[in-house]
């Protein structure tokens, strides 16, 4: 029936959305991290979607991979700070907290759509199972 | 009597499959808003309409399907069950990442169709009414 087959759709954005919205909380509470885990700064991260057909026909959404960003790093003269190099420059995240905030906005809108999209097709399902009642 | 219900009910029961599979077509455009290179598809519901009732002179669609000249050849079908019926969506904006799917536009269909489903779910449901009526001989 193909209003399973809505869910598995929709249900692929969801988690897709969800991702992303995981990247941009990741990117936003490190946005002023000197320091990362592997000792260099903080590079933001992306996520990449790709359509993927899902079981039965119909198409999804998946993440293939997650990037990170290519952008510079932010240069930042503070002499004082231990971080800073030989010429008093700290090296902070290449994270745009602008970009990350309208990227935030973006993932939430199409997490609502898709959900209501789910909630559509449930109330259609339960119309069609309640036929001749 | 049971292949008269059928045969009463085939043209609803044909145009729910194809409104369901338009369904179906608008959850995959709005799940892939954001995807890279993503082309909205939308089907056109006359001519799938058509190509799933046929007869009456009307010329069925046939799905969309790769040539096999060799006998190595991949079969492989056009992926839908109305096949020219489903087309790709003329776009209104250009993307830079190439997605042509205009949320707007995808939202109102998906509102749309939805509602002419509930609309043959209540047609379905009122025949069932009347004829549950005239059974009863009320």
């Known amino acids: ?133 | 009597m049971i292949d008269r219900l059928e045969q009463d009910l085939s043209t609803i029961r044909n145009a729910m499959g194809v409104r369901g599979y338009r369904q179906e077509l608008l959850a995959s455009n709005i799940a892939n808003a954001d995807t890279p290179y993503y082309k909205a598809r939308d089907v056109d519901f006359k001519s799938a309409l058509q190509a799933a009732v046929g007869g009456r002179g009307v010329p069925t669609l046939q799905p969309v399907t790769l040539a096999r000249t060799q006998a190595g050849h991949l079969g492989g079908n056009g992926g839908s069950p109305y096949g020219g019926a489903v087309k790709y969506r003329a776009e209104y904006q250009g993307a830079v990442d190439g997605n042509t799917v205009n949320m707007d536009v995808e939202r109102a269909a998906f509102a749309e169709n939805a509602m002419q489903l509930e609309a043959l779910i209540l047609f379905v449901n009122k025949r069932f009414e009347g004829l549950q009526r005239a059974i009863q001989g009320q």
Do not use: C, H, W
């Open chain 1, 1 to 133: 029936m193909s209003d399973f087959k809505i869910f598995a759709i929709a249900g692929s954005a969801l988690t897709a959305q969800s991702a992303r919205l995981n990247a941009v909380a990741s990117n936003l509470a490190n946005a002023d991290s000197v320091v990362g885990a592997d000792g260099k700064p903080y590079r933001a991260k992306q996520v990449v979607f790709a359509a993927t057909p899902v079981e039965g026909g119909g198409i999804g959404v998946r993440v293939t991979q997650v990037v990170d960003s290519a952008a510079p790093a932010r240069m930042q003269y503070d002499p004082a700070n231990p971080a800073a190099d030989e010429k008093g420059y700290v090296t902070l995240p290449n994270v745009n907290v602008v970009e990350e905030m309208v990227n935030m906005i973006s993932a939430s809108r199409a997490y609502q759509t898709n959900a209501e999209v789910m909630n559509t097709a449930k109330t259609l399902m339960a119309k069609t199972l309640a036929i001749g009642q």
